[in-house]
């Protein structure tokens, strides 16, 4: 038989207001937020209670309102929260997104003292063309800082030095994306002439 709000002590709704509030404070960090949301799962409790056979009394079926109410808080705020970012201007949507995390600079630092090390067993020739490459600096632009040395050789240095920095490093577990990466043709044999 349902039960009818009013028919629970105003202590016990007192009780279970105050225990709902302090559940909510401690998953949510805004507390008008958390206030907000305390207020929306009594008002629930109370248009839904005359329509709810209650089995395991009030508090436990308003702590289960309370639960959906800020698994929705959560899942509204992700949602908004895309909004926002789609809705600031174009270089600071860019500065907000280009922001990394800590695992991703964890992982920036550990990968430069890789190559580093990696670099450092390099020829002193293949090594000054590799660094001025992770530099940023184009070939054309390698080979007029290490002017005496011809181009063509500043370009095989470039092309071996890439190809074995990244041997090394799939040796640690960095490995080239498979999309951009270039499959080399299979040899055809002829078929024997019978």
């Known amino acids: 038989m349902p039960v009818e709000l009013y028919q629970w002590p105003a202590e ?3 009780r279970i207001r105050s225990i709902l509030k302090k559940l909510t404070e401690q998953r949510v960090d805004n507390p008008e937020d ?9 008002l629930t409790m109370t248009v839904r209670c005359p329509s709810v056979d209650i089995e395991k009394g009030l508090l436990v079926w308003g702590l289960g309102v309370l639960r959906r109410k800020v698994g929705n808080y ?26 990394p995390s800590a695992e991703a600079s964890v992982r920036h630092t550990e990968l430069a003292a890789l190559v580093d090390g990696i670099l450092s067993q390099f020829s002193p020739q293949e090594k ?43 040796r640690y577990g960095y490995t080239r994306p498979a999309e951009g990466k270039r499959v080399r043709a299979q040899r055809r044999t002829r078929p024997a002439i019978p």
């Open 34 to 42: 958390a206030e907000d949301l305390v207020q929306d799962t009594l």
């Open 74 to 99: 959560y899942r509204r705020a992700q949602r908004h929260g895309a909004v926002v970012v789609e809705s600031l201007e174009g270089s600071a949507a860019e500065h907000a997104k280009a922001l």
């Open 12 to 14: 016990e709704l007192a």
């Open 128 to 170: 000054a063309v590799m660094d001025l490459l992770l530099a940023g600096l184009p070939t054309g632009e390698i080979a007029e800082q290490l002017h005496p040395e011809r181009y063509q050789n500043v370009v095989n240095r470039v092309h071996r030095g890439r190809r074995k920095l990244s041997k090394e490093l799939a």
